[in-house]
């Protein structure tokens, strides 16, 4: 497999909204992109504000990006903010430096895609992401 379907995708994105609604989270949206930044599928719940498209994308995007976890680009953002700034003014899509920012990986742990999930406190955010990966049958990075 090189590619996350579109039938994987919404396979993550109902995965990550089960696990939201089992841990009474608030509403969540996930994007699921391809490995090369582009948008395969995304979903926001009812009582999501309008902005979580681009901070789901910006979590995934800059994961892959940068190659880590949208976790550990926050961790850079802290380290070196300079840097991570930079990154995201020049980066053809957005960068958010907060958890929730998953890599799908591979058999040989080669970049598939990622997923962004946002809605919730950035530690909620990744284990609706990572719930939806391992639902659909994938690894995530790491």
């Not at 841990?23 to 930044?37: F, I, N, T």
Request: net charge negative; aromatic share 4%; no cysteine.
């Amino acid at each position: 497999m090189n590619r996350i379907s579109l039938g994987q995708a919404n396979s993550i994105i109902a995965a990550a909204f089960a696990k939201g609604a089992e841990l009474a989270l608030k509403p969540l949206s996930v994007a699921v992109l391809d490995a090369g930044g582009h948008l395969i599928a995304f979903q926001r719940q009812d009582g999501a504000s309008f902005g979580r498209l681009q901070i789901a994308q910006g979590k995934a995007a800059g994961a892959l990006a940068l190659g880590v976890s949208s976790r550990k680009v926050g961790d850079m953002a802290v380290e070196r903010p300079w840097f991570v700034g930079a990154m995201a003014a020049s980066a053809p899509h957005p960068v958010i430096p907060a958890a929730g920012g998953v890599i799908v990986v591979d058999e040989a742990g080669e970049p598939l895609g990622a997923v962004g999930v946002t809605g919730d406190t950035s530690d909620n955010d990744e284990i609706a992401s990572l719930a939806g990966i391992a639902a659909a049958g994938l690894a995530a990075q790491g």
